[in-house]
């Protein structure tokens, strides 16, 4: 199978949320291996394909897993619907179909993992990071629209905001669990907003967003839960932000569930300047973008510490939408733009 056109589509068929997506990993397995990849497996379950035996490598970071919510796979013309479709098996294909495409110098070699968890823990990013070599470049796959690169995420603090008293009757003057919640919640809001006073660009600020709150009552007890994330810009560390989370906190706990720093990549680098190239080759005007999200890159941008880029076709407003889809005539103008940005990079003395 060497038909992009036929990659993604099958790719689709296979509905593959975080922790299900063996049958997703072996069909890509087995597309890849038709494409003349060298394929195998993981012990986290990643699928890596690789071209090439020189001591140059290009690593392309793909996921394969998607968030949970089936969208059957339907043409509309120019569109494509599926799960999956912007985020990210579209950019997935898109490295398969340019790695396979790409021709090959001797000093050179071409991987593309399609990491499993992404959505979830990140745990296929992880494995990576702890096995595999640290590549001479590296391109993420999320999409950034096929003129488009991203150099940037935001990072992540996630945590649980739990509060215990005693009972309250509704007729006495007392505050009940869920009012003194709430009035952390709006301390932080309103602290929040103090600290993106001068801020104008969204990549800058601190986002708080409250994504759930639940009451557990007893026979004596009042419990209230809330979960809250928070998304963070490159300036703001974690002992920085957990000090003005314990000077809005008054009473109750806090208990964090994940952290991610916010990362930003080089722009001036041998890898920002190919697809430059090769943007501008297939009519583009190149721009960069800053996403509010968070990426694999975080992850792996800082570990392997080599240039770094987020590209794929997609609009990422489409992100776990149910209307979720792809333009195959952008998703064809991507994977020739990857070809020939790969194409310049390895005939490139750096």
């Known amino acids: 199978m060497?038909?992009?056109?036929?990659?993604?589509?099958?790719?689709?068929?296979?509905?593959?949320?975080?922790?299900?997506?063996?049958?997703?990993?072996?069909?890509?397995?087995?597309?890849?291996?038709?494409?003349?990849?060298?394929?195998?497996?993981?012990?986290?379950?990643?699928?890596?394909?690789?071209?090439?035996?020189?001591?140059?490598?290009?690593?392309?970071?793909?996921?394969?897993?998607?968030?949970?919510?089936?969208?059957?796979?339907?043409?509309?013309?120019?569109?494509?619907?599926?799960?999956?479709?912007?985020?990210?098996?579209?950019?997935?294909?898109?490295?398969?179909?340019?790695?396979?495409?790409?021709?090959?110098?001797?000093?050179?070699?071409?991987?593309?993992?399609?990491?499993v968890g992404e959505e979830g823990d990140s745990r296929g990013a992880k494995h990576v990071c702890q096995t595999h070599p640290a590549p001479k470049m590296v391109v993420i796959g999320e999409p950034s629209g096929w003129d488009h690169l991203t150099l940037g995420y935001k990072g992540s603090y996630w945590f649980r905001y739990r509060l215990s008293q005693p009972m309250v009757h509704t007729a006495a003057n007392g505050a009940s669990a869920c009012e003194t919640a709430v009035d952390f919640w709006n301390r932080l809001s309103r602290v929040v907003a103090q600290w993106n006073e001068g801020k104008e660009r969204l990549f800058d600020q601190l986002t708080p967003t409250l994504r759930s709150i639940q009451m557990f009552p007893d026979d004596y007890s009042e419990i209230v839960e809330m979960r809250v994330g928070m998304r963070l810009p490159p300036k703001l560390d974690q002992p920085a932000l957990e000090a003005l989370l314990d000077g809005v906190m008054e009473t109750g706990e806090r208990f964090v569930e994940d952290y991610l720093p916010a990362y930003r990549a080089e722009k001036n680098t041998p890898l920002v300047r190919a697809f430059l190239s090769a943007i501008r080759k297939a009519g583009g005007q190149p721009a960069f973008s800053l996403k509010t999200g968070t990426s694999d890159m975080n992850l792996v941008g800082p570990f392997w510490n080599c240039p770094i880029v987020a590209y794929g076709p997609g609009d990422s407003s489409l992100d776990h939408t149910p209307y979720e889809h792809l333009r195959i005539s952008e998703y064809l103008t991507s994977v020739s733009v990857l070809t020939q940005a790969l194409e310049i990079i390895m005939n490139t003395n750096v």
Not at 5 to 22: D, N, V
């Open 2 to 115: 060497r038909d992009p056109l036929a990659l993604l589509p099958g790719l689709l068929a296979y509905y593959s949320p975080t922790g299900e997506e063996e049958q997703a990993v072996s069909f890509l397995a087995e597309s890849m291996g038709a494409m003349g990849f060298e394929v195998w497996c993981d012990e986290a379950g990643n699928v890596i394909g690789s071209r090439g035996s020189g001591n140059r490598e290009i690593l392309l970071l793909g996921h394969i897993d998607t968030v949970s919510g089936m969208i059957p796979v339907r043409w509309e013309g120019d569109v494509i619907y599926g799960r999956g479709a912007v985020d990210a098996k579209g950019p997935l294909a898109c490295f398969v179909s340019a790695g396979a495409a790409a021709r090959l110098t001797p000093d050179w070699r071409i991987t593309v993992i399609g990491a």
